[in-house]
């Protein structure tokens, strides 16, 4: 990737950050519960974010939809910016897409464990809504 193609891609996520940012401040409730923050901020400090609830925005890539052991209907995917990415897992419909644009609020755990599985940085979505569905007047 070439360097004028990271700045763009770089601008683009800071432009991102602070649509959402103001798009959380005219819509009070439950999306404010955490501050928001870079997924790199997630991951170069993940002891001080474990088990605290969060709220991040990136890209969808790899969502899955599955059924748990209960049988409740799960989603997954993981959450990218420029500068990482983070695994979101949740019960229920997600009603977002592959590639779209979103605000994730949930709790971040830097380590999970079931079994002989683990797994790091995860966000165990309790919110999850696509950027451009939140106030399409404000979303380019």
Same mark, same amino acid.
């Given at each position: 990737?070439?360097?004028?193609? *990271?700045?763009?891609? =770089?601008?683009?996520? $800071?432009?991102?950050?602070?649509? #959402? #940012? ?26 001080? %974010?474990? *088990? +605290? ?5 990136? $890209?969808?890539?790899? =969502? @899955?939809? #599955? ?7 799960? %989603? ?20 977002? $897409?592959?590639?779209? +644009? ?5 709790? =971040?755990?830097?380590? $999970? @464990? ?5 797994? %790091? ?20």
């Amino acid at each position: 990737m070439s360097t004028l193609s *990271r700045l763009r891609l =770089f601008v683009f996520a $800071r432009a991102i950050s602070v649509l #959402a #940012a103001l798009l959380l401040m005219s819509a009070p409730g439950r999306l404010l519960a955490g501050s928001m923050l870079e997924i790199t901020e997630l991951l170069s400090h993940p002891e001080q %974010y474990d *088990r +605290q609830m969060v709220v991040v925005v990136g $890209r969808v890539s790899n =969502f @899955q939809i #599955a059924t748990n052991r209960q049988g409740q209907l799960a %989603y997954g995917f993981l959450l990218k910016d420029v500068s990482g990415t983070v695994k979101v897992v949740g019960l229920g419909k997600a009603d977002v $897409r592959e590639g779209d +644009q979103v605000i994730v609020e949930g709790i =971040f755990s830097r380590l $999970r @464990q079931t079994g002989r599985t683990i797994v %790091y940085n995860e966000i165990k979505a309790s919110v999850v809504r696509p950027l451009d569905r939140l106030n399409p007047d404000l979303v380019g």
